[in-house]
């Protein structure tokens, strides 16, 4: 099945990282619950929070990162451009060069997925003698 429109193309690559970022969690997490991730994402990725975060409640139906949320850190991309030698950085990887108005422009970096962190739910039951347990006064 192919998609019929921009944004079911969209979609399609917000669900495709959103199933990264799970697999990613449920391999640190270890089958622990999960309330919320960060992730570095690059520039090139084109996506938003409210759209990661949409794919993401769908795909993490049912697993330990049900219900949590993606914090999305977007990583500007690097630009060159080839004309004037310009270089700086934008989260926009589609721009002109700022200083001659140039379109030929070399792109460094900016697709980058990393998950930084996940923030783990509260344990309801820690089993061992809580009194023992490295924190909890005797």
């Known amino acids: 099945m192919t998609p019929d429109t921009d944004q079911e193309r969209q979609n399609m690559h917000e669900f495709g990282i959103a199933e990264s970022i799970l697999a990613a969690i449920e391999h640190r997490a270890a089958g622990r619950r999960v309330r919320q991730a960060r992730v570095r994402a690059g520039a090139l990725l084109r996506i938003t929070e409210p759209a990661i975060n949409q794919a993401f409640t769908m795909v993490a139906e049912g697993s330990a990162a049900e219900g949590a949320r993606v914090d999305l850190v977007i990583v500007p991309a690097r630009l060159t451009c080839r004309s004037c030698g310009q270089t700086t950085t934008s ?44 924190g909890n006064p005797e």
Do not use: K, Q, W, Y
Request: proline share 11%; charged share 30%; hydrophobic share 30%.
């Open 91 to 134: 989260p926009d990887p589609f721009v002109i060069c700022p200083g001659c108005g140039g379109a030929d422009i070399d792109t460094e970096g900016g697709d980058d997925l990393v998950l930084e962190s996940i923030e783990m739910a509260e344990a309801t039951h820690v089993p061992g003698n809580p009194r023992r347990d490295r």
